[in-house]
T-cell receptor, first 111, second 114 residues
Framework: QKEVEQDPGPLSVPEGAIVSLNCTYSNSAFQYFMWYRQYSRKGPELLMYTYSSGNKEDGRFTAQVDKSSKYISLFIRDSQPSDSATYLCAMVDTGRRALTFGSGTRLQVQP | NAGVTQTPKFQVLKTGQSMTLQCAQDMNHNSMYWYRQDPGMGLRLIYYSASEGTTDKGEVPNGYNVSRLNKREFSLRLESAAPSQTSVYFC?????????????FGPGTRLTVL
């Protein structure tokens, strides 16, 4: 069983929709949670990170962490075609000093 | 300021051939990483270098070797390529290698082993 599970999609939504992307994890030692965005044929880039349960907002993006349920989410409001990409969740077990990635969800925002 | 650069962008090898993937960063970062990305598997850490002169194994180190040539450069070598090493390889760097430090990724090298 993978430590981090993420639905691969693709998830197709119309422009302006609210998008919800999710990951579940099994390792209670994960302390830091991140979302990376990866455009086609490019390297991942950090979108947001948080290290506590609750919500963190940055513009149209909101990251949510529920440590009791081992569940994290990324919400995108007013989605744009330029948001079309693969979104990867990543987590850090401080004992390992390395990122553990989900497999990524491919998002397509239709104009 | 180019960030993290990788060469080559694409490579096709035959089974048993060797090659070295090159990575360089111009951000004066201390820590550097090599990942591979396979469909349905996400990114998996192959090796990392916390600082110049040190290297450590990651999750999937078998079949690979690394060299931290200097603070800027971190290379990944495949001594005898196998079809299972067909993947997209990403190099990344971070300023101090702490858990909360952002990792900056290069554009990747697409490797096919026949």
């Amino acid at each position: 069983q993978k430590e981090v599970e993420q639905d691969p999609g693709p998830l197709s939504v119309p422009e302006g929709a609210i998008v919800s992307l999710n990951c579940t994890y099994s390792n209670s030692a994960f302390q830091y949670f991140m979302w990376y965005r990866q455009y086609s044929r490019k390297g991942p880039e950090l979108l947001m990170y948080t290290y506590s349960s609750g919500n963190k907002e940055d513009g149209r993006f909101t990251a949510q962490v529920d440590k009791s349920s081992k569940y994290i989410s990324l919400f995108i409001r007013d989605s744009q075609p330029s948001d079309s990409a693969t979104y990867l969740c990543a987590m850090v077990d401080t004992g390992r000093r390395a990122l553990t990635f989900g497999s990524g969800t491919r998002l397509q925002v239709q104009p | 300021n180019a960030g993290v650069t990788q060469t080559p962008k694409f490579q096709v090898l035959k089974t048993g051939q060797s090659m070295t993937l090159q990575c360089a960063q111009d951000m004066n970062h201390n820590s550097m990483y090599w990942y591979r990305q396979d469909p349905g598997m996400g990114l998996r850490l192959i090796y990392y270098s916390a600082s110049e002169g040190t290297t450590d194994k990651g999750e999937v180190p078998n079949g690979y070797n690394v060299s931290r040539l200097n603070k800027r450069e971190f290379s990944l070598r495949l001594e005898s390529a196998a079809p299972s090493q067909t993947s997209v390889y990403f190099c990344a760097s971070s300023i101090l290698g702490r858990e909360t430090d952002t990792q900056y990724f290069g554009p990747g090298t697409r490797l096919t082993v026949l």
